[in-house]
DNA sequence: GTAGGGTTAG
């Protein structure tokens, strides 16, 4: 007897429904574990558009589609169509949701609202929202909800091992991360590989590359993974041990590793620097033999590493040959052009990148500002300002930044005492902007103002902040106080000077007609002089017509810079100036032999966008004769000198 | 068959 259709066809319908769901299922898991989290997404509208529902295994793998996209918007989707499912209370749903807007950076807001709501929270919720909070550099959140895991009775895992991890290297607090290193040694994962190459980053993060190595030696050598290898050159990177970092390479080859595309990116990163031209080539070539240098993010790297080791050409032409140029394609180049202070060329390219759809960043913004107090150019600078309110970058903190330190550079102290007030959080870095556009401007009273009223606000200065107030205290001759903040800087906060804060003391001496005491301080000084320090020490000579030691530091520089006419220059007009015409002699001698010259000093101003270039004596500019007569108005030019000009015709 | 994780340019 035949069964009638309508009796047999709904439990066949549900059971081929219940094995479509499945191959689906199947499907989507491929697709993920093969990196194609788009075409698993396709196939979950498929799924949805046969009326197939999806079911408790489907969420967990289209969840992990999302965070590979890292696309709120997809996220959001799937969080629509997972509300309806019956399966939303699902530890492992709930669990795959949570981590779809970590890896959309929505931690705050869509993250944390699903763990709060979440009934059971396992170990993995638990850590993906430490993680989250962490990679959103929120600290103290990642801190307290440590301390909840602990009160909650939840005992932390490998993975909770590195998400502290990276909190200690976050807050550069190598003492935590001691603490941690002993935590993970406490409750057994020191074996555990992964964890050792979160350690090694993280201490070299703290900037302590030393422990980094000696959790890189201990790491067993059956265990050990190309991860591990790039780790420990990251850490060389960072701390500018170039020379480390091709060593660790050079093993890291010899002990059959195949080095990958991360090899490569972190060992360019260690050559971006002058001199190191020739192994930033090397190691080109062999990213091209690995075949790394299609990828977007080598190419990037390439470009700065090119422009860091002054090959701007290179780079540009790198830079143009990028098919598939990413918003850090044009950064990174435009970025080259306003480092070496060339505006132009980075305006330039700014629009160009505008123009080809390309939308600039903060750190796109933060560069033209730079570059803008470089030249003075005080009318882009308001340009930029302005387009960066447009855009909704002012409201960082690191652009306000950039822009207070612009401002004071191009002199501009309204702009910047404006703009100061008007900031609701300031760091360091603002006031130090502050004080030391104060300090370059000669307003040393205010500059030492700032500087007291940022310690009541209870902020900790660092070296740069230290810097800026002795350079006003050199410009306003305050020997004592210079010595008393010096004194300060390195007992009271601990921090060891640089060359830098050696020059001020050096130059505070000096310029008091204090040249013995000053050239004692020079011999004495625990880090060898530059010549910047003599340059100083020499100037100071002229002030106070001392041939003697002026002829000293005039012979360190020689040697340090045989080719910079300045000192010739200086030393010439001391020996002018004490009547020793056989030394004046004598320097022009030695120029010759030396094959100096002394090119005439340039100022460049600019007004309404346009460039001014002016020399001593300028005679070319079209508005010349203006110009002198408001300069002799203002008593810096005499009549008779412009009375000169004048008949030379040159008006 | 199901989670959370290690290096990553400006």
Redesign the pocket.
Known sequence: MRKSKSTVSPILNRFSKFSRV?SM??GV?DAVSQGYPDKALILFRQMKQNGLEPN??TF?FI??AC?KLSSLKCSQMVHTHMLKSPYYSDK?VQ??LL?MY?KCDEVENFAYAVFDRMHAR???AW??ML?GFVQASCFDRALCLFNEMMVDGVRP????V?GLA?LASGLKDVKLLTSVHCLGIRIGVEA????A??WI?AYSRCGDLSLSEMVFNEIDLDVL?V??W??MI?GCANAGEGFMAMELYHNMLYGGFRP?L?TI??LL?SF?KPNALLLGKLVHSHGVQLGCCSD??VL??LV?MYSRCADIDSARSLFDSIVDR???SW??MI?SYAEKGDLEDAMALFHAMEAAGEQP?L??VIYLISACGQVGALDYGRWIDSYAISRGLKSDIRVSNALLDMYSKCGSARDAEELFSSMNERTIVSWTAMISGYALNGQSGKALDYFNVMLMSGLEPNHITFLAVLQACVHAGLMEKGWELFHRMTELYKLSPGLDHHACMADLLGRQGKLKEALEYIQCMPIKPDAGIWAALLSACKIHRNADIGEYAAHHLFELEPQAAAPYVEMANIYASTGRWDGVASIRTKMKSNQVRKYPGESTIQVDGKSYTFRVDDKFHPKGCLIYEVLSSLGLYSKKQIDTFRSEEFF
């Open positions: 499945t299922n199947s898991r408790k295994l967990p969840a992990k965070t492992y669990s795959g981590n970590v396992e170990i993995a850590n993906a993680m895992d490998s993975v909770t590195m990276q555990d590989v992964s964890v190459n979160t980053a993974t991860v591990s790039n780790s990251t990958d991360s990116l972190n990163g971006a977007v993010s990037n790297t700065c990413t918003r850090v950064t990174v970025g960043d750190v796109t």
